[in-house]
């Protein structure tokens, strides 16, 4: 860590200089995004991964399009151990990836609006799938996983800041994203790069438990306290998004990660918590409590109105669902919506998969969940007392998953590049871990 942290916060000063260019002078700014990228991934490809952790929640959709683009494009063009990335694919847990992306695509085929559909799919799932299989076969070490994770915390901090600078420098957010009659002292919500607060959790609550977890692998006192200030500022930007099926699902995740680090840490945590509750402002009290009544809210009465028809419309397309393209859902919503409920999707991974793709596509989701967490599991046991490292990032990516699949409730978290992008990273490091688990112990047993 120590040797590598100048490298990476000369990396990641050059990708805010380039990411500030490429904003003020567009294109050009991106051509030369994209030629220092090859320049560096050519170079060495685990610098082009760890910049590429890096830039997630900085640059824009088409830049990271053509990073994704130029790996397997380098991937090509370099001598690679075909046969050690083959090994690298082989685990349930990829093979659940795929099912769920062929399912995806069946039902994009199939869709009214089948150029719509083909469209989103490549553009959203086909990337994030390259960019899953990218991971799987090239985070092929300890070394390149702890600092590729590094850099995902680094850059989740930098942008962290910037959501608290924004919080003390906005004046209000959007009307949209506040229920001012519900809590009048709450005008702003935080969202830093992304496209609302919402999202922004959504990204945060994947990141925040391996930066918890890595405090506790820290070997330095020095290194310890980095990871521990890093957790704070991303907790801090947690709070600050104001979101509260953020706050749930990562109440949930990180409880679930103490408990696995150390009971002792859950008890301290909830002394802490239950003490600090008395201490908090207002507006977020009134947040807080405003979870356990739901009606009392706007947007959590709004996605109690839309989900109903949500229900009807499983209950006449659960085999085939009605496509994956937004023009028919618009259509075939109509004839179910509740009066001046106007929506684009239900707010919730699960429904929405049920409703666009049927029977199949729930029953996949739900099998390459269940595959991720019992990757993870048999990684944490296969780790337990033999790597460090890897049974804090499995314990980690352990909680971050519970996390995201408890916000998936409430929320469409692959509504946004980002998110969806972080979402796959995180499956990717779930597998990694399996893998170098199983490479270690097949090689012991040699």
């Avoid at 060495?44 to 590429?52: I, K, S, T, V, W």
């Avoid at 104001?242 to 859950?266: D, E, H, K, P």
């Amino acid at each position: 860590m120590t040797k590598t942290r100048p490298l990476m916060l000369l990396v990641a000063a050059a990708l805010l200089t380039i990411g500030i260019i490429q904003y003020k002078i567009g294109m050009a700014g991106e051509f030369v995004l994209m030629g220092a990228f090859l320049a560096i991934t050519l170079y060495r490809m685990e610098y082009g991964l760890y910049l590429l952790a890096l830039s997630l929640p900085i640059l824009t959709y088409r830049p990271l399009l053509a990073l994704i683009l130029l790996f397997v494009l380098v991937l090509f063009v370099t001598a690679q151990d075909y046969d050690k990335l083959k090994a690298n694919l082989k685990n349930h847990l990829n093979l659940a990836v795929f099912l769920f992306l062929a399912i995806l695509f069946i039902t994009a085929l199939t869709s009214a609006n089948v150029t719509e559909s083909l469209i989103q799919f490549t553009l959203y799932y086909f990337i994030s799938f390259l960019l899953y299989l990218l991971l799987v076969m090239k985070l092929d070490s300890r070394e390149t996983l702890y600092r590729f994770i590094v850099c995902l915390i680094l850059s989740a901090s930098l942008v962290s800041i910037y959501g608290v600078y924004q919080y003390f420098t906005l004046q209000f957010t959007t009307a949209a994203w506040v229920d001012i009659s519900q809590n009048p002292e709450l005008n702003k919500r935080i969202y830093a790069t992304f496209e609302n607060p919402n999202l922004f959790v959504q990204y945060l609550i994947m990141v925040l438990p391996l930066s918890f977890a890595l405090i506790f692998y820290s070997k330095s006192l020095g290194n310890r306290v980095l990871f521990a200030l890093q957790f704070g500022l991303i907790s801090l930007a947690v709070v600050l998004t104001f979101s509260r099926s953020g706050w749930v699902a990562l109440f949930v995740g990180m409880a679930l990660l103490a408990t696995m680090i150390s009971r002792r840490i859950l008890i301290m945590g909830l002394i802490i918590a239950a003490v600090g509750v008395n201490f908090l402002p207002d507006t977020i009290m009134v947040r807080i409590q405003s979870i356990a009544n739901p009606q009392s809210d706007s947007s959590s009465l709004y996605r109690l109105q839309m989900w109903p028809s949500a229900f009807a419309m499983i209950r006449d397309y659960w085999l085939t669902g009605i496509g994956a393209d937004l023009t028919t859902f618009k259509k075939v919503y109509t004839d179910y919506m509740m009066p001046g409920i106007r929506i684009n999707h239900f707010h919730n991974i699960y429904l929405m998969n049920f409703v666009t793709g049927g029977i199949l596509a729930i029953l996949l989701l739900l099998y390459m969940f269940y595959q991720s967490l019992r990757t993870a599991i048999v990684s944490l046991f296969m780790n337990e007392g033999r790597d460090k490292l890897l049974s804090y990032i499995a314990k980690g990516g352990i909680a971050s998953l519970i996390a995201i699949a408890i916000a998936g409730l409430f929320e469409d978290v692959w509504h946004q590049y980002r998110v969806d992008f972080m979402f796959w990273i995180l499956l990717a490091i779930l597998s990694v871990v399996y893998n170098l688990a199983r490479a270690r112990k097949e090689h012991v047993q040699e």
